[in-house]
């Protein structure tokens, strides 16, 4: 028995141990409910899939199950996230207002579903699971590309609206604006020619879509043709997006979080209402334009750098620094050197010529590492003091006896809350200092002292 909770104990080490950087980034994707043999499967569009794995990332399908939302953290670690295809999301999760509250007569709800029966069948459980993911997304950044309906639940979760039926709503809004003609006019799905049925969008400039379909854009129009499989979409965009692409109904068909948005440094918050996957020329694999799997590729390089971030955050947190006997003894130098010049600010009291040579090491270390980082070096400013090199360091120990008087007499009409105002003044130099020592400490250490997890 012994022997094998021992070899346990070592296996459990050794996973424990391994280098998760070896491990490929997760893109959590939700699937779709659907009906076959009279029995529920749970289905992803394939395009997704290929694109995710093809880029570098390991795509993990969450299934579409009761009481899955309560049993997110379990699908840790998420590197990123997916969502595209399935229902209409619950209105009552957007109308919570009497402004946002469609005006759509009880008949004009009962011909919206009868003419899209699988959308407007509802799925409360998917609407649980998919807003807890964005929320989680938006609250840790972690990047969340938004296909279709994916885009809407962002919109969602972050405050905005949609249309129940585009074709009826906004029909009237444009009505009422006196906008209403033949070019206006679009239609975002078409049952009879679903994959093929194509329309104009018009990409707005200076924005991602506009970097990824810039070789297919003509500088009078930039259009590009898009597929359209939806009835609803978005009506007030939430307060923190930017649009990409309107249609010429004027809909938004694309959206992203500029403040969320680098891929190179793993931000990346974008919803698109077309399918740039599925936008494929007929009987054949290649792409509409170039830029169609942009997306998906920008999308997953925010994914392994936001993996690297987590990478080296856990490393940097949970790894101590390992020094050697020398590094260590050097360590305990300048340590005490900075505790001794803490006393000497504290207490006031005169300094021992026979400490002064222990001060020597706090100053020349200083000297040798005089960067700061911003945040330091302004608090340092806003306490009117900046610690730069060992001369100012020294001038400010070297207290002869008639300054060290001087002070004595000025302390001494000094009132207890002023001379509790000074103390407290050099309690959090001492503070500072000690917060400096140690990210300088940490920037001296050689690699090779650094265990391997960092």
Known sequence: MGSSTQELNNITVL??????????????????????????????????????????????????????????????????????????????????????????????????????????????????????????????????????????????????????????????????????????????????????????????????????????????????????YHHQGVKKLAQRFVPMAFSPDGLIEGFYDPDAYNPEEGKFIMGLQFHPERMRKPDSEEFDYPGCPSAYQEFVKAVIAYQKKLIYSSATVATPLKLDQEMEKQRKVIARSFSLARNLYTTGHEMDPKVESELEAGAEFLKSNTALSLQQENRLKQMGATVRNANSYIKKLKLNEERQAMARNVMGKMSVEQLSDLMSFYHMMGQICSEVLGTKLSSVVPNGLISNGC
């Open 15 to 228: 996973a424990m141990s391994s280098d998760i950087s070896d491990i490929l980034p997760r893109v959590l994707i939700v699937s779709r409910r659907s009906v076959r043999k009279n029995k529920f499967v749970d289905f992803v569009g394939e395009y997704h899939l290929d694109l995710i794995v093809n880029y570098g990332a390991v795509p993990v399908i969450i299934p579409r199950v009761s009481g899955v939302h309560t049993l997110l953290r379990s699908f840790e670690p998420i590197h990123g996230v997916l969502l595209c295809e399935g229902e209409d999301i619950d209105p009552s999760l957007y109308q919570g207002e009497l402004d946002q509250v469609s005006d759509l007569s009880p008949q004009e709800l009962e011909e919206i579903k009868k003419l899209h029966a699988s959308d407007t069948a509802i799925d409360r459980e998917k609407d649980s699971i998919e807003l807890s993911l964005a929320k989680l997304c938006l609250e840790r950044n972690i990047p969340y590309l938004g296909i279709c309906r994916g885009s809407q639940v962002l919109n969602v979760a972050c405050g905005g609206t949609l249309y129940q039926d585009i074709e009826k709503e906004l029909s009237k809004k444009v009505n009422k604006e006196g906008e209403n003609n033949n070019d206006s006019k679009v239609m975002h799905i078409d049952y009879d020619n679903y994959d093929d049925h194509r329309h104009a969008v018009k990409v707005v400039e200076n924005t991602p879509l506009n970097e990824w379909f810039k070789d297919s854009l003509e500088e009078e129009n930039m259009e590009i043709w898009v597929n359209s």
